[in-house]
T-cell receptor, first 114, second 113 residues
């Protein structure tokens, strides 16, 4: 079974631009969540989707948004990029979420903002 | 709000020695507890999880963790370190219908030959 796939793996953007990251969950998994990983703040929760509905959102500004499609694939968007948005963005999937089922993580998208 | 504290941001062990990584959580109700490992330039891989079935949990690669409610701890151990254990380890907690994991700051393990 294929794992969680994130594209692209690396991205370089300029301040003020916007970016869209993509995530394909494991087949059959309907819950997709996103995390930001930085050396200073560690791993922080961004948001979680199930059946195209956002069920939880972390403490991030409105520039960070996401969505989920009917096939469970998900995208996250960051608008008006800032230098501090440079991070590894990790997508994770699980069967239904909200229970003891572990999250399965992709290898992440490394975003660098210059 | 739940929080997770990992004691020690960096641990160095000799090959063959015991690996002990400490994790304490704050929660009025025992949460779901997880240990993940991250190798360079990769995502997180599940080592093991606690969901109240048994206090001693065995995971992959010879790791195990013991849940101690009285100490609100979930420490990770491995009896004999291998060079391939060099990585960053994260303790995480979640609650039913929380839809998110709260992670500790991570502990980087280096293994000396």
């Amino acid at each position: 079974k294929a794992g969680v796939t994130q594209t692209p793996r690396y991205l370089i953007k300029t301040r003020g631009q916007q970016v869209t990251l993509s995530c394909s969950p494991i087949s059959g998994h309907r819950s997709v969540s996103w995390y930001q990983q930085t050396p200073g703040q560690g791993l922080q929760f961004l948001f979680e989707y199930f059946s195209e509905t956002q069920r939880n959102k972390g403490n991030f500004p409105g520039r960070f948004s996401g969505r989920q499609f009917s096939n469970s694939r998900s995208e996250m968007n960051v608008s008006t990029l800032e230098l501090g948005d440079s991070a590894l963005y990790l997508c994770a999937s699980s069967l239904v979420g909200g229970d003891s089922s572990p999250l399965h993580f992709g290898n992440g998208t490394r975003l660098t903002v210059t | 709000a739940q929080s997770v504290t990992q004691l020690g941001s960096h641990v160095s062990v000799s090959e063959g020695a015991l690996v002990l990584l400490r994790c304490n959580y704050s929660s009025s109700v025992p949460p779901y507890l997880f240990w993940y490992v991250q190798y360079p330039n990769q995502g997180l891989q599940l080592l093991l999880k606690y969901t109240s079935a048994a206090t001693l949990v065995k995971g992959i690669n010879g790791f195990e963790a013991e849940f101690k409610k009285s100490e609100t701890s979930f420490h990770l151990t491995k009896p004999s370190a291998h060079m391939s254990d060099a990585a960053e380890y994260f303790c995480a907690v979640s609650r039913s219908n929380d839809y998110k994991l709260s992670f500790g700051a991570g502990t980087t393990v280096t293994v000396r030959a």
